[in-house]
Protein backbone atom coordinates (compact mmCIF):
# COMPACT_ATOMS: atom_id res chain seq x y z
CA UNK A 1 0.00 0.00 0.00
CA UNK A 2 1.40 3.33 -0.80
CA UNK A 3 0.11 6.46 1.46
CA UNK A 4 1.24 9.75 -0.35
CA UNK A 5 1.99 12.84 2.36
CA UNK A 6 -1.17 14.75 0.87
CA UNK A 7 -3.91 13.38 -1.58
CA UNK A 8 -5.27 16.42 -3.28
CA UNK A 9 -7.04 14.23 -6.11
CA UNK A 10 -9.07 12.63 -2.96
CA UNK A 11 -10.32 15.96 -2.41
CA UNK A 12 -11.18 17.20 -5.58
CA UNK A 13 -12.96 14.09 -6.88
CA UNK A 14 -16.15 14.54 -4.62
CA UNK A 15 -16.06 18.39 -5.33
CA UNK A 16 -15.51 17.94 -8.50
CA UNK A 17 -18.91 19.03 -10.25
CA UNK A 18 -19.45 21.49 -8.16
CA UNK A 19 -15.68 23.88 -8.54
CA UNK A 20 -15.73 23.42 -12.37
CA UNK A 21 -19.09 25.43 -12.56
CA UNK A 22 -17.49 27.35 -10.11
CA UNK A 23 -14.71 28.31 -12.14
CA UNK A 24 -17.19 28.02 -15.44
CA UNK A 25 -18.84 31.12 -13.97
CA UNK A 26 -16.29 33.52 -13.30
CA UNK A 27 -15.01 32.60 -16.78
CA UNK A 28 -18.80 33.04 -18.23
CA UNK A 29 -18.32 36.41 -16.50
CA UNK A 30 -15.19 37.59 -17.95
CA UNK A 31 -14.78 39.39 -14.48
CA UNK A 32 -11.45 38.11 -13.34
CA UNK A 33 -10.08 41.56 -11.35
CA UNK A 34 -12.46 42.34 -7.99
CA UNK A 35 -16.23 41.94 -8.47
CA UNK A 36 -18.95 39.33 -6.45
CA UNK A 37 -16.66 36.21 -6.01
CA UNK A 38 -14.44 38.33 -4.02
CA UNK A 39 -16.78 40.29 -1.62
CA UNK A 40 -19.10 36.46 -1.43
CA UNK A 41 -15.72 35.17 -0.12
CA UNK A 42 -14.08 37.55 2.10
CA UNK A 43 -18.08 37.85 3.86
CA UNK A 44 -18.28 34.15 4.70
CA UNK A 45 -14.58 33.36 5.36
CA UNK A 46 -14.86 36.74 8.01
CA UNK A 47 -18.06 35.12 9.50
CA UNK A 48 -16.33 31.31 9.82
CA UNK A 49 -13.50 33.84 11.45
CA UNK A 50 -15.30 35.90 13.33
CA UNK A 51 -13.39 38.59 12.44
CA UNK A 52 -14.76 41.77 11.09
CA UNK A 53 -12.47 42.98 8.46
CA UNK A 54 -11.09 39.80 6.13
CA UNK A 55 -9.27 40.57 3.02
CA UNK A 56 -8.12 38.31 0.34
CA UNK A 57 -4.88 38.62 -1.02
CA UNK A 58 -2.27 36.64 -2.94
CA UNK A 59 -0.91 34.51 -0.78
CA UNK A 60 0.40 34.12 2.61
CA UNK A 61 3.81 35.51 1.82
CA UNK A 62 2.13 38.61 0.31
CA UNK A 63 -0.25 39.02 3.42
CA UNK A 64 2.65 38.89 5.88
CA UNK A 65 4.49 41.55 3.61
CA UNK A 66 1.38 43.86 3.53
CA UNK A 67 0.90 43.39 7.59
CA UNK A 68 4.41 45.01 8.31
CA UNK A 69 3.76 47.52 5.08
CA UNK A 70 0.45 48.47 6.77
CA UNK A 71 2.06 48.89 10.08
CA UNK A 72 4.87 51.08 8.38
CA UNK A 73 7.87 49.22 9.94
CA UNK A 74 10.90 48.92 7.76
CA UNK A 75 14.89 49.99 8.09
CA UNK A 76 16.04 50.04 12.21
CA UNK A 77 12.70 48.50 13.25
CA UNK A 78 13.05 44.63 15.05
CA UNK A 79 10.73 42.09 14.87
CA UNK A 80 10.80 39.05 16.58
CA UNK A 81 9.50 35.84 15.63
CA UNK A 82 10.88 32.07 15.82
CA UNK A 83 13.82 30.83 14.54
CA UNK A 84 11.46 27.74 13.33
CA UNK A 85 8.74 28.14 10.53
CA UNK A 86 8.21 27.74 7.24
CA UNK A 87 10.78 30.88 5.30
CA UNK A 88 8.41 33.09 4.45
CA UNK A 89 7.95 34.65 7.84
CA UNK A 90 11.09 35.75 8.06
CA UNK A 91 11.45 36.68 4.64
CA UNK A 92 8.65 39.08 4.95
CA UNK A 93 10.53 41.18 8.08
CA UNK A 94 13.64 40.99 5.91
CA UNK A 95 12.12 42.46 2.82
CA UNK A 96 10.87 45.38 4.57
CA UNK A 97 14.13 46.66 5.70
CA UNK A 98 13.62 45.40 8.98
CA UNK A 99 15.55 43.55 11.18
CA UNK A 100 14.62 40.06 12.21
CA UNK A 101 15.70 38.86 15.86
CA UNK A 102 14.62 35.00 15.92
CA UNK A 103 13.86 33.11 19.20
CA UNK A 104 13.76 29.82 20.39
CA UNK A 105 11.02 27.36 20.61
CA UNK A 106 8.71 25.51 23.16
CA UNK A 107 10.17 21.70 22.61
CA UNK A 108 6.74 20.66 23.68
CA UNK A 109 4.28 22.27 20.50
CA UNK A 110 7.42 23.47 18.48
CA UNK A 111 6.17 27.10 19.00
CA UNK A 112 7.68 30.00 19.54
CA UNK A 113 9.03 30.41 23.18
CA UNK A 114 6.15 33.17 24.77
CA UNK A 115 8.85 34.13 27.59
CA UNK A 116 11.54 34.09 25.00
CA UNK A 117 9.59 36.81 22.84
CA UNK A 118 9.10 38.97 25.66
CA UNK A 119 12.53 38.47 26.46
CA UNK A 120 14.17 39.83 23.49
CA UNK A 121 11.79 42.72 22.94
CA UNK A 122 14.21 46.41 22.85
CA UNK A 123 12.91 49.45 22.50
CA UNK A 124 13.37 49.11 18.68
CA UNK A 125 10.67 46.35 18.72
CA UNK A 126 8.10 46.99 16.72
CA UNK A 127 6.04 43.66 16.31
CA UNK A 128 6.22 39.87 17.44
CA UNK A 129 4.91 37.48 14.62
CA UNK A 130 4.26 33.79 16.70
CA UNK A 131 3.38 31.50 13.64
CA UNK A 132 0.77 29.03 14.92
CA UNK A 133 2.58 26.13 13.47
CA UNK A 134 1.23 23.00 12.20
CA UNK A 135 -1.77 24.03 13.47
CA UNK A 136 -1.92 24.68 16.63
CA UNK A 137 -1.98 28.01 18.34
CA UNK A 138 0.91 29.98 19.50
CA UNK A 139 0.87 30.93 23.57
CA UNK A 140 -0.57 34.52 22.46
CA UNK A 141 -2.38 35.65 26.14
CA UNK A 142 1.77 36.40 27.16
CA UNK A 143 2.60 37.90 23.83
CA UNK A 144 -0.60 40.16 23.91
CA UNK A 145 -0.09 40.91 27.42
CA UNK A 146 3.73 42.17 26.84
CA UNK A 147 2.93 44.29 23.66
CA UNK A 148 -0.44 46.18 24.67
CA UNK A 149 0.69 48.74 26.41
CA UNK A 150 4.11 49.17 24.06
CA UNK A 151 4.33 50.43 20.39
CA UNK A 152 4.55 46.76 19.31
CA UNK A 153 1.91 44.63 17.27
CA UNK A 154 1.05 41.24 17.71
CA UNK A 155 0.75 39.69 13.70
CA UNK A 156 -0.01 35.96 13.55
CA UNK A 157 1.17 34.33 11.07
CA UNK A 158 -2.05 32.00 10.56
CA UNK A 159 -0.66 30.05 7.36
CA UNK A 160 -1.14 26.74 8.67
CA UNK A 161 -4.26 27.29 11.23
CA UNK A 162 -7.13 28.57 9.50
CA UNK A 163 -9.84 27.71 12.28
CA UNK A 164 -7.40 26.87 15.09
CA UNK A 165 -8.86 28.61 18.31
CA UNK A 166 -6.85 29.88 21.15
CA UNK A 167 -8.92 30.04 24.25
CA UNK A 168 -12.10 29.28 22.34
CA UNK A 169 -11.65 31.86 19.77
CA UNK A 170 -10.04 31.74 16.42
CA UNK A 171 -6.45 32.83 15.49
CA UNK A 172 -6.19 35.52 13.64
CA UNK A 173 -8.65 37.51 15.55
CA UNK A 174 -6.18 37.91 18.10
CA UNK A 175 -3.51 39.89 16.95
CA UNK A 176 -3.72 43.30 15.48
CA UNK A 177 -3.30 41.30 12.00
CA UNK A 178 -3.71 37.86 11.11
CA UNK A 179 -2.32 35.82 7.61
CA UNK A 180 -3.38 32.82 6.18
CA UNK A 181 -2.13 30.91 3.01
CA UNK A 182 -4.37 29.22 0.67
CA UNK A 183 -1.69 27.58 -1.14
CA UNK A 184 -2.64 24.04 -2.76
CA UNK A 185 -1.32 22.12 0.81
CA UNK A 186 -2.86 24.02 3.51
CA UNK A 187 -6.16 23.46 5.22
CA UNK A 188 -8.05 25.09 2.93
CA UNK A 189 -6.30 24.96 -0.52
CA UNK A 190 -6.45 27.09 -4.07
CA UNK A 191 -6.12 26.15 -7.21
CA UNK A 192 -2.68 28.23 -7.02
CA UNK A 193 -1.14 30.79 -4.56
CA UNK A 194 -4.19 32.94 -2.48
CA UNK A 195 -3.79 34.04 0.52
CA UNK A 196 -6.04 36.28 3.28
CA UNK A 197 -5.24 39.13 5.82
CA UNK A 198 -7.45 39.62 8.66
CA UNK A 199 -7.90 42.49 11.39
CA UNK A 200 -9.94 43.49 14.27
CA UNK A 201 -9.22 47.28 13.87
CA UNK A 202 -11.04 49.50 10.91
CA UNK A 203 -8.15 51.66 10.38
CA UNK A 204 -5.38 48.73 9.82
CA UNK A 205 -7.80 47.20 7.37
CA UNK A 206 -8.55 50.39 5.93
CA UNK A 207 -5.11 50.21 5.22
CA UNK A 208 -4.47 47.08 4.15
CA UNK A 209 -7.10 47.14 1.73
CA UNK A 210 -5.34 50.37 -0.11
CA UNK A 211 -2.10 48.53 -0.04
CA UNK A 212 -3.96 45.53 -1.91
CA UNK A 213 -4.19 47.61 -5.01
CA UNK A 214 -1.57 50.36 -5.30
CA UNK A 215 -2.67 52.56 -2.52
CA UNK A 216 -5.03 53.76 -4.97
CA UNK A 217 -8.54 55.32 -4.19
CA UNK A 218 -10.26 56.27 -6.53
CA UNK A 219 -8.85 55.06 -9.36
CA UNK A 220 -5.08 56.97 -10.42
CA UNK A 221 -4.98 58.46 -6.99
CA UNK A 222 -2.56 56.95 -4.67
CA UNK A 223 -2.88 57.57 -1.08
CA UNK A 224 -0.05 55.56 0.00
CA UNK A 225 2.74 52.87 -2.07
CA UNK A 226 1.62 49.66 -2.39
CA UNK A 227 1.45 46.59 -4.44
CA UNK A 228 -0.79 44.44 -6.78
CA UNK A 229 -1.13 41.70 -3.71
CA UNK A 230 -5.02 40.86 -4.97
CA UNK A 231 -6.89 37.88 -4.95
CA UNK A 232 -8.00 36.47 -8.21
CA UNK A 233 -12.29 35.95 -8.35
CA UNK A 234 -11.19 32.20 -10.00
CA UNK A 235 -9.36 31.95 -6.69
CA UNK A 236 -12.35 33.23 -4.82
CA UNK A 237 -14.87 31.10 -6.43
CA UNK A 238 -12.80 27.66 -5.76
CA UNK A 239 -12.32 28.80 -2.08
CA UNK A 240 -16.33 29.38 -1.77
CA UNK A 241 -16.63 26.08 -2.72
CA UNK A 242 -14.31 24.68 -0.40
CA UNK A 243 -15.07 26.87 2.54
CA UNK A 244 -18.33 24.97 4.08
CA UNK A 245 -16.32 21.65 4.23
CA UNK A 246 -13.72 22.97 6.02
CA UNK A 247 -15.20 22.07 9.72
CA UNK A 248 -15.76 18.35 8.45
CA UNK A 249 -12.32 17.72 7.17
CA UNK A 250 -10.58 20.02 10.25
CA UNK A 251 -12.35 17.08 12.32
CA UNK A 252 -11.30 14.40 10.27
CA UNK A 253 -8.04 15.41 10.54
CA UNK A 254 -8.41 15.31 14.16
CA UNK A 255 -9.91 12.06 14.17
CA UNK A 256 -7.13 10.86 12.43
CA UNK A 257 -4.60 12.32 14.86
CA UNK A 258 -6.15 10.48 17.70
CA UNK A 259 -6.50 7.41 15.68
CA UNK A 260 -2.45 7.66 14.80
CA UNK A 261 -1.98 7.96 19.01
CA UNK A 262 -4.16 5.00 19.56
CA UNK A 263 -2.53 3.00 16.96
CA UNK A 264 1.58 4.12 18.54
CA UNK A 265 0.80 3.21 21.98
CA UNK A 266 -0.40 -0.13 20.80
CA UNK A 267 2.56 -0.86 18.85
CA UNK A 268 4.39 0.34 21.85
CA UNK A 269 6.62 2.95 19.89
CA UNK A 270 6.03 5.19 22.07
CA UNK A 271 9.94 5.25 23.21
CA UNK A 272 10.87 5.54 19.90
CA UNK A 273 8.64 8.30 18.52
CA UNK A 274 7.55 11.60 20.50
CA UNK A 275 3.86 12.59 19.23
CA UNK A 276 2.87 15.62 18.68
CA UNK A 277 1.22 16.95 22.21
CA UNK A 278 -1.72 19.69 22.55
CA UNK A 279 -1.30 22.20 25.11
CA UNK A 280 -4.09 23.85 27.25
CA UNK A 281 -6.68 25.67 25.88
CA UNK A 282 -6.07 25.47 22.19
CA UNK A 283 -7.87 23.57 19.31
CA UNK A 284 -5.03 21.91 16.87
CA UNK A 285 -5.97 21.41 13.28
CA UNK A 286 -3.52 19.27 12.36
CA UNK A 287 -2.38 21.03 9.42
CA UNK A 288 0.80 18.36 9.80
CA UNK A 289 1.41 15.75 12.03
CA UNK A 290 5.02 16.01 13.24
CA UNK A 291 6.41 13.64 15.24
CA UNK A 292 10.28 13.25 16.93
CA UNK A 293 11.76 10.33 15.87
CA UNK A 294 14.98 8.62 16.97
CA UNK A 295 16.81 7.94 14.04
CA UNK A 296 15.05 10.03 11.79
CA UNK A 297 16.84 10.62 8.71
CA UNK A 298 17.53 6.41 8.30
CA UNK A 299 13.41 6.26 9.33
CA UNK A 300 12.36 8.59 6.44
CA UNK A 301 14.82 6.22 4.16
CA UNK A 302 12.45 3.14 5.06
CA UNK A 303 8.81 4.39 4.76
CA UNK A 304 10.26 6.14 1.45
CA UNK A 305 11.20 2.71 0.12
CA UNK A 306 7.96 1.24 1.69
CA UNK A 307 5.72 3.79 -0.62
CA UNK A 308 4.92 6.18 2.60
CA UNK A 309 5.39 9.81 1.99
CA UNK A 310 7.15 11.94 4.85
CA UNK A 311 8.42 15.38 5.10
CA UNK A 312 10.94 17.12 7.43
CA UNK A 313 9.52 20.54 8.42
CA UNK A 314 11.93 22.08 8.70
CA UNK A 315 15.70 21.29 7.94
CA UNK A 316 17.31 24.53 8.64
CA UNK A 317 16.30 27.02 11.30
CA UNK A 318 16.25 30.47 10.22
CA UNK A 319 19.76 31.36 12.27
CA UNK A 320 21.45 28.93 10.33
CA UNK A 321 20.25 29.96 6.99
CA UNK A 322 22.90 31.27 4.69
CA UNK A 323 20.93 34.55 3.53
CA UNK A 324 20.80 35.44 7.51
CA UNK A 325 24.27 34.68 8.22
CA UNK A 326 25.13 38.76 8.43
CA UNK A 327 22.66 38.76 11.30
CA UNK A 328 25.59 36.86 13.11
CA UNK A 329 23.81 33.96 15.09
CA UNK A 330 25.85 30.82 16.17
CA UNK A 331 25.04 27.62 15.35
CA UNK A 332 24.14 26.36 18.98
CA UNK A 333 22.15 29.82 19.48
CA UNK A 334 18.52 27.93 19.77
CA UNK A 335 19.34 24.28 20.69
CA UNK A 336 15.49 23.18 21.03
CA UNK A 337 14.65 24.62 17.41
CA UNK A 338 17.84 22.56 16.34
CA UNK A 339 17.07 19.53 17.93
CA UNK A 340 13.82 20.01 16.27
CA UNK A 341 15.15 20.03 13.13
CA UNK A 342 17.22 17.34 13.17
CA UNK A 343 14.59 15.03 14.36
CA UNK A 344 10.60 16.34 13.24
CA UNK A 345 9.17 14.07 10.56
CA UNK A 346 5.59 15.04 9.28
CA UNK A 347 3.60 11.49 8.62
CA UNK A 348 0.21 11.55 6.44
CA UNK A 349 -2.83 13.21 8.20
CA UNK A 350 -4.83 14.58 5.64
CA UNK A 351 -8.73 14.24 5.76
CA UNK A 352 -9.70 11.33 3.60
CA UNK A 353 -6.71 9.26 4.87
CA UNK A 354 -8.38 5.80 5.79
CA UNK A 355 -7.57 3.44 9.10
CA UNK A 356 -6.09 1.18 6.83
CA UNK A 357 -3.44 3.59 5.68
CA UNK A 358 -2.90 5.01 8.91
CA UNK A 359 -1.99 1.08 10.34
CA UNK A 360 0.40 0.89 7.31
CA UNK A 361 2.28 3.90 8.15
CA UNK A 362 2.86 2.66 11.90
CA UNK A 363 3.38 -0.56 10.91
CA UNK A 364 6.23 0.58 8.67
CA UNK A 365 7.77 2.55 11.49
CA UNK A 366 7.53 -0.39 13.78
CA UNK A 367 9.31 -2.41 11.14
CA UNK A 368 12.17 0.16 11.12
CA UNK A 369 12.77 0.18 15.15
CA UNK A 370 12.54 -3.70 15.25
CA UNK A 371 15.65 -4.47 12.91
C1 LIG B 1 2.62 28.54 3.75
C2 LIG B 1 3.19 29.47 4.76
C3 LIG B 1 3.41 30.82 4.49
C4 LIG B 1 3.34 31.40 3.11
O1 LIG B 1 2.18 31.21 2.41
P1 LIG B 1 2.20 31.24 0.80
O2 LIG B 1 0.74 31.30 0.48
O3 LIG B 1 2.84 29.96 0.37
O4 LIG B 1 2.93 32.42 0.36
C5 LIG B 1 3.81 31.65 5.51
N1 LIG B 1 4.01 31.17 6.74
C6 LIG B 1 3.83 29.88 7.05
C7 LIG B 1 4.07 29.41 8.45
C8 LIG B 1 3.43 28.98 6.06
O5 LIG B 1 3.28 27.68 6.36
Not at 40 to 60: D, I, N, Y
Not at 158 to 173: F, H, L, M, S
Not at 235 to 251: D, G, I, S
Request: overall charge negative; charged content about 20%.
Amino acid sequence: MTVPLLDLYAQYRPLREELLAAVTRVCDSQRFIGGSEIDGFEREVATHLQVPHALGVSSGTDALVMALMALEIGPGDEVVTSTYSFFATAGAIARVGATPVFVDIDSDTFNIDAAAAVAAITPRTRAIIPVHLFGQPADLAPLIEATSKAEIAVIEDAAQAIGAAYQGRPVGGWGAIGCFSFFPSKNLGAFGDAGLVTSTDDAIARRLRLLRNHGMEPKYYHHLVGGNFRLDALQAAVLRVKLPHLTAWTAARQHNAAHYRALFAEAGLIDMVRLPTEAPDRTHIYNQFVIRATDRDRLQAHLTAGGIGTEIYYPVPFHQQECFVPLGYRPGAFPLAEAAAASSLALPIYPELTHAQQAAVVDAIRTFYRR
